[in-house]
């Protein structure tokens, strides 16, 4: 999907940068058949389609060759005549409304809470299952909350194409990349407390965030006053704490995400879960200390061999050569990287460890696991 995005050599050429409008492109060997678009697949529809995640919805459809009869391309009244080009084939962007959910098995939606909210139930009712990207239905009694690698049983029951409708929710971006860290550990020592510092990209405020860091780099170096339109604050070679709202209590509301989304996803209201959430100027892929406190005895050649035979992550952990994994060689790339596997010496024995894990935020940390998720209901 290499047309679909704007390159920037400042920060390296595995970042992407998603332009307003994209065109989706088979960039593998022109010899393989597609068999992405046919009879037998359900009908899906894309909800804000123009945006960051948006758009990585459409590539991942395209990299895993998801099977659709049909796909409609949905975003704001704003948006809606835009044209886009996906695998060979030229759609009209349609404004979004409460009957453009006629027929449509899987609806993808990102297109913040608010929209969800408004229409998510809307295409329940005409019996469309709904993979929601945002925050509006995750804390909901009765709606799944769902990392496929980490609690698909959470979704059992639910299919498309039957004509009953239902909602299931992504979980925010950081809970995912590190819960695909921590669960395997957690399944195999079971997790008494989390401690969790996050240092996340400018992607998870989307693609405008992304420009403005760029934007700003480029006016730093060049002795210029700096735009600030999406953060009240200089973003480029600065970092700051996580631009949601504080609460009463001191935290902010990405940080209760993450704790109370682990308890939901894990189906453990016990655990004990803190989290400290920093914003910091890279494009596109999440970076997080974690700390683990077990019940039962885990040593760190144990849970290295653990998370090397886990599903969806790969192990970059090599002390000699002082090399662990970055957002950088994660951007783009649909596996979480686990580093810096090492046994916690605050603690006595075997109780604790600490893990360093990167993920691409727009990919593992949204669309790919809503792709993922949709996989599920086939």
């Known amino acids: 999907m290499a047309a679909a995005f704007a390159k920037t050599s400042m920060f390296g050429a595995a970042v992407r940068i998603p332009s307003p409008t994209t065109t989706a492109t088979n960039s593998r060997s022109p010899f393989r058949v597609r068999m992405a678009l046919q009879d037998s697949g359900p009908s899906i529809a894309v ?49 979004l409304t409460a009957d453009s959910f006629d027929g449509v098995d899987i609806a993808l939606f990102s297109a913040g809470g608010s929209i969800s909210k408004e229409f998510g139930p809307l295409a329940v009712g005409k019996g469309t299952v709904v993979v929601d990207n945002s925050s509006a239905f995750r804390m909901e009694e009765g709606v799944p909350l769902v990392v496929p690698e980490v609690n698909p049983e959470a979704m059992e029951g639910i299919k498309a194409g039957k004509g009953k ?20 550990l957690h399944r195999h020592a079971k997790v008494k407390r989390m401690v969790v510092s996050t240092y996340q990209a400018a992607s998870g405020a989307g693609a405008a965030a992304m420009r403005e860091l ?22 480029a070679f600065n970092l700051f704490s996580h631009n949601s709202a504080v609460l009463p209590n001191g935290y902010n509301e990405e940080e209760i995400k993450l704790v109370k989304e682990t308890r939901k996803i894990w189906n453990d209201k016990d655990v004990k879960v803190t989290a400290t959430c920093i914003r910091v100027p890279v494009m596109r892929a999440h970076a997080e200390s974690v700390n683990l406190e077990f019940e039962n005895p885990l040593d760190e050649d144990t849970a290295r061999d653990i998370l090397k035979k886990a599903p969806g992550v790969v192990v970059i952990d090599d002390r000699a050569a002082n090399n662990f994994p970055t957002p950088l060689e994660v951007s783009n790339k649909d596996d979480v990287a686990i580093g810096r596997i090492r046994r916690d010496v605050s603690q006595e024995g075997n109780y604790g460890l600490d893990i360093f894990v990167c993920g691409d935020q727009i990919r593992k940390g949204a669309a790919l696991n809503a792709v993922q998720i949709a996989e599920l209901l086939l």
């Open 47 to 95: 909800v804000g389609v123009t945006g960051a995640v948006g758009q990585e919805f459409l590539s991942v459809l395209h990299d895993r060759d998801f099977p659709y009869r049909s796909i409609k391309m949905l975003a704001s009244k704003r948006s809606a005549g835009q044209s886009l080009s996906f695998e060979g084939r030229s759609y009209t962007v349609e404004e």
């Open 165 to 184: 409708g239902a909602l299931i929710a992504n979980p925010n971006c950081s809970t995912i990349i590190c819960l695909m860290a921590a669960t395997p």
């Open 214 to 235: 760029e934007q700003q780099t480029h006016e730093v170096l060049a002795g210029k006053p700096v735009t600030c339109e999406i953060f009240n604050r200089q973003y």
